[in-house]
Nanobody, 125 residues
């Protein structure tokens, strides 16, 4: 099992930027894909971005493509989400998640077995 702790959320105006970070511990971080998901009030949790175990492959939801960038530092056991050109519809609790299986790129929530507690991102118009 891996423990995940997100940080970096906050309140920002539309068009602004935020950088989320997720620190992992308890398992060999570099073997597993990592993902970011979000959940807005009254809505289901949705996929945002994922990065493969090596960092060589990434995948984004269409709604954030070109605005968000996921990255990882396997030496520091961290994964980050750089969010630019933020929109009010990006407002949600953002969750970091770790893949259940090693050596792949996953993006289905069912493929992720460990989740952080989330960090709130609020974008004002």
């Amino acid at each position: 099992q891996v423990q995940l702790v997100e940080s970096g959320g906050g309140l920002v105006q539309a068009g602004g930027s935020l950088r989320l970070s997720c620190a992992a511990s308890g398992r060999t971080f570099s073997l597993y894909a990592m993902g970011w998901f979000r959940q807005a009030p009254g809505k289901e949790r949705e996929f945002v971005a994922a990065i493969s175990w090596s960092g060589g492959s990434t995948y984004y939801a269409d709604s954030v493509k070109g605005r968000f960038t996921i990255s990882r530092d396997n030496a520091k056991n961290t994964v980050s989400l750089e969010m630019n050109s933020l929109k009010p519809e990006d407002t949600a609790v953002y969750y970091c998640a770790a893949d259940l299986q090693p050596y792949r790129l996953a993006y289905d929530p069912a493929d992720f077995g460990s989740w952080g507690r989330g960090t709130q991102v609020t974008v004002s118009s």
